[in-house]
């Protein structure tokens, strides 16, 4: 069984588009994430999100959002795409506290053109 | 905010040879230190970990020191051999549910056979 599943896995989109990534973990935990992957394999930390509290990284733009509909899911919506935004993108998740192991998803190349 | 820098940015090494990466942070209450390792396509993993009220963990030819003094953590490979060739990460976080953590820029290791 997958711990934590990303869709899709590919996304090529052109300049100006609206699109979702969708993330889901079955390990029970309590707090899901959004990473940023560039070029340069920086990973960076965009969006941390339990049941209680949404914590932005300020330097994310508000074209960017996460919408958790349940405690397992935590999906990522981008409007107006630009080429910046060319990245392979990693949910994760962990137990709240104390502070462990983030488990990965398998990422999402997203390439605007 | 925590800044954590990682040194080097590459790493070449004969197989059997040890390779040591080091991290330094900034906040001293940052107190959890896991390492990722993360291969060509993959997601990040986790190898090891440690916490603040220890200075040395070890597990099996991997091995992590913690100067907390210094704020700086090192991540100690030996006996290294072709497989362990991926790109390292490095993190710290403070405690709590919105302690996230902050990477590295990662070290690419190659393990020359």
Partial sequence: DT????????????????????????LGHDTMYWYK???????????????????INETVPNR?????????????????LELGDSAVYFCASSQDSPKGEQYFGPGTRLTVT | GENVEQHPSTLS?????????????????SNYFPWYKQELGKRPQL????????????????????NKTAKHFSLHITETQPE?????????????????????KGTKLSVKP
Avoid at chain 1, 3 to 26: F, H, R, W
Avoid at chain 2, 13 to 29: F, H, L, N, R
Wanted: aromatic fraction near 8%.
């Fill in chain 2, 13 to 29: 090494v004969q197989e059997g040879d040890s390779a040591v990466i080091k991290c330094t942070y900034s906040d001293s209450a």
């Fill in chain 2, 84 to 104: 362990d060739s991926a790109v390292y990460f490095c993190a710290a976080s403070k405690g709590g549910s919105q302690g996230n953590l902050i990477f590295g």
């Fill in chain 1, 37 to 55: 992957q560039d070029s340069k394999k920086f990973l960076k930390i965009m969006f941390s999100y339990n049941n209680k509290e949404l914590i």
């Fill in chain 2, 47 to 66: 190898i090891i970990d440690i916490r603040s009220n220890v200075g040395e963990k070890k597990d099996q030819r991997i091995a992590v020191t913690l």
């Fill in chain 1, 3 to 26: 711990a934590v599943s990303q869709t899709p896995k590919y996304l090529v989109t052109q300049m100006g588009n609206d699109k979702s990534i969708k993330c889901e973990q079955n």
């Fill in chain 1, 64 to 80: 960017f959002s996460p919408k958790s509909p349940d405690k397992a899911h935590l999906n990522l919506h981008i409007n107006s």
